[in-house]
């Protein structure tokens, strides 16, 4: 046959076409769906956890408002009252943080489970803080404060970095440590006013009966997601033994730095929040109920602000270099020190708490790019333990011996400036905050080389 007669070539069936197209449309609305399903899901999360972390420190912060009062009623000195507001919470908290981190690090294990025992935990033992009548007691229900939040943080820090993208993590994990600050303003203000009413034992229930309830319906607030049935199989480095992830997490020098620096902002920051407390009662004569409103205010309106404005300034300069991830706290502390020290040396209350508040922005600024750095530094199996490894030190040396050592120091000063005591031991203090600047200037100096890009 002729070319005229060829048979032409079969043409591609139109509707299989249009099949393929619509199939790729489809995949492409799923993942776009999933994606916004997973980002619904972090936000959902992340408000979650900073409510649980707000109840964290509104347990832990209560005492510190309430230890004038405690002080008079159970009649304890300068020193216990530092036992009781640091080493006696800082001591179980810390030493049982790391082999519960370890548990979280699992990847069976639930750490939304594992979050919500702590909290019912350290909520209940808050209400037994109010049932106290002796120093001992008290001592005995603030240890039992101290191993409920054990099982807290370096849960949710886990989780939150598990689901956060990594160029977001240092804003997410701040968002987490907007608790601190809100946790310290409820904590400061519900005690003090609870207490001017009436008295501060209902002022302990008052605020830790709320967590219980928040314990129980956790679990049917958010899922871990990462939870598998037992026969799947383990995710690659999930046999991480625990010598393992102590090499992983001190395998840098990057690592000593941050925790030197992290360390020390706590020190200082424990041992100033108790005994600036004391002294705008003692020097500045204002009422239990006045300071906790007050100072409640000052002190955790800048840790909100210093929290987000860290993490956020870490995001956005730490995509340019990952220095910068640590400028703002760095700068920050060394601009904040001598601001600091005039707040504490001027007799005005208002103009101190003023100068108060401006560094303490500053100071807040450290949590949401140092916990960011730290797990960058380390494989996800390894970041529960990494964080609890950072808040035993931070909670061992900043709560433990912060208030502690305050107290001793300031006994010691009494017999030569007596009630002024406290404001001399918060001069040094305020010029002492230069030293942590220093640590994270220099663990900034080795992110660009040792972060890890997960």
Known sequence: MGAAGAIP?????????????????????????????????????????????????????????LAEPIARDLSLSDTQIGLMTGLAFALFYTVLGIPIARFADRPTTN??????????TWAG??????????????????IGVGIGEAGCTPAAHSLISSTVEPSKRSSAIAFYGLGIPI???????????????????????????PGILMAMALPFLIRDERRRPAAAPPAPGADLTVVGALREVFGTRTFLHLAIGASFTAFLTYGKNVWALI???????????????????????????????????????GRVDKRHMLTTPVIGMALGAPILFLGYWIDEWHIAL???????????????????????????????MASAILLFMQNLVGLGLGPLLFG?????????VGAESVRYVLYGAAWLGLIPAFFLWRASLRLNSELKSG
């Not at 916004?36 to 420190?57: D, E």
């Not at 750490?111 to 019912?120: D, K």
């Not at 033992?125 to 603030?142: K, S, Y």
């Not at 807040?364 to 960011?372: D, H, I, K, R």
């Open 9 to 65: 070539p079969p043409h591609p069936r139109p509707w299989r076409r249009e099949r393929k197209v619509d199939e790729t449309n489809q995949v492409a609305t799923a993942a776009a769906a999933a994606e916004v399903r997973n980002r619904s899901g972090a936000r959902t999360m992340l408000w979650i956890l900073l409510l649980v972390y707000i109840f964290n420190f509104l347990d832990r912060q209560i005492v510190n408002i």
């Open 408 to 416: 001793i120091l300031s006994e010691m000063l009494k017999p030569a």
């Open 279 to 317: 002294l705008f009662q003692r020097s500045h004569g204002l009422s239990v109920g006045e300071t906790g409103l007050l100072l409640g205010i000052a002190i955790g309106a800048a840790g909100i602000v210093g929290t987000w404005l860290g993490g956020y300034m870490a995001d956005r300069f």
């Open 111 to 120: 750490r939304v489970g594992l979050i919500s025992i702590s909290l019912a």
């Open 125 to 142: 033992m808050t209400v037994l803080c109010g049932m106290a009548h002796n120093f001992i007691q008290l001592l005995l229900a603030r």
């Open 354 to 384: 003023v100068l108060i508040f401006i560094p303490t922005v500053f100071n807040a600024s450290y949590y949401g790019p140092t916990f960011a750095c730290l797990h960058g530094l380390v494989r996800p199996e390894a970041r529960a």
């Open 183 to 209: 946790g310290t303003l409820f904590g400061l203000a519900i005690g003090g006013f609870a207490n001017d009413l009436w008295g501060w034992r209902f002022a302990f229930m008052l605020v830790g009966a």
